[in-house]
């Protein structure tokens, strides 16, 4: 495996930073989580862009344009023979020494990882996934924005060791007036119908403190096409528990039904109708709507 790293691609043994490098010492650094299917990169455009914002808030420069970037995930991908494939993109402060200040950072270290994807099991899909609250509640937006896609994951990690500990494989987090925010790494939405009218598609706002995920905005934009109606809305658990169907989006786990929550059954404890017809049309667009490599 050929790494990326710092303007070189490398073997993968020799793909190491500095025990100085602030991405390391205090989670000083922004990434991106990108797939490819069958040879085409999906959403690269939303993902750099995501990056650059993420490290233009923490007033990280990325010392390379857009474009040469995009070029590096391609190249990544090329020198690998990969197909489908992950892709994480990095870049951190850079080496400094052992204080906070950034401006002890000369370079910021880039590098990218390309490697097969691991795939979810099966029955994740068939069965759809059984979810628990945590008390460990989402980062506070005023505190550490979950719009920026920061090498600081710990306010997650304890959320999943909290799903973990109690049996689970994933949590949801409230924010901090007990609002329904996210999961560990995917975005949450639930499906409900209203009397006389058509299928809601609702998922929590940004500002509540969510990650705008990609795949998020893409099955927006799916359900907007299916004529569904499409809200960002503050929810709350006894939304989801009432809810017709409950489902997560990430770029890994594309979209995983939930059955469960807290012991609750959701809809009819089966994947629902719903989300099937989104997961079909989410794999549809990812055998056209990509770039080449
Ligand atoms: N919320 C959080 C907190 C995330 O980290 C998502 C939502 C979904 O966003 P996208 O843009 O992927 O639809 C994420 C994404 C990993 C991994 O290695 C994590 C993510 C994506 C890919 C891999 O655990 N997080």
Redesign the pocket.
């Known amino acids: 495996m050929k790494v990326y790293l710092n303007g070189k691609f490398v073997d993968r043994s020799k793909a190491v930073v500095s025990v100085f490098d602030h991405g390391l010492l205090y989670g000083d650094g922004v990434f991106e989580?990108i797939r490819s299917y069958d040879g085409l990169i999906f959403k690269l455009k939303e993902h750099i862009d995501r990056l650059f914002e993420s490290a233009h808030t923490i007033m990280l420069k990325i010392p390379m344009s857009k474009a040469a970037l995009i070029d590096v995930v391609k190249q990544s991908l090329r020198v690998n023979r990969l197909h489908d494939a992950y892709i994480r993109l990095v870049v951190t402060r850079g080496e400094g020494d052992l204080g906070l200040d950034p401006r002890k950072c000369a370079d910021p270290t880039v590098f990218a990882i390309a490697d097969r994807i691991e795939l979810y099991p099966k029955r994740l899909y068939e069965q759809g996934l059984e979810l628990i609250t945590v008390a460990t509640q989402r980062n506070v937006p005023e505190a550490l924005n979950?719009q920026i896609?920061s090498l600081n994951y710990l306010n997650?990690i304890l959320a999943k060791i909290e799903a973990i500990n109690a049996g689970f494989e994933e949590a949801i987090m409230l924010s901090h007036s007990g609002y329904v925010t996210?999961c560990?790494?995917?975005?949450i939405f639930l499906i409900s119908s209203a009397a006389g009218k058509g299928k809601r598609l609702v998922t929590p706002p940004t500002y509540i403190g969510?990650?705008r995920?990609?795949?998020?905005q893409t099955v927006m934009a799916l359900g907007r096409r299916t004529r569904l109606d499409v809200r960002e809305d503050l929810l709350t658990r006894h939304d989801l528990f009432n809810a017709d169907e409950v489902f997560l989006?990430?770029?890994?786990a594309e979209i995983v039904p939930v059955v469960k929550i807290d012991g609750r059954m959701i809809g009819s404890g089966k994947p629902g109708a719903v989300t099937k017809k989104l997961q079909q049309a989410f794999r549809q667009l990812t055998k056209t709507d990509g770039i080449k490599y």
């Open positions: 989580g979950p896609k997650n996210e560990t790494g995917e975005n969510v990650l995920g990609i795949t998020r989006t990430g770029t890994a």
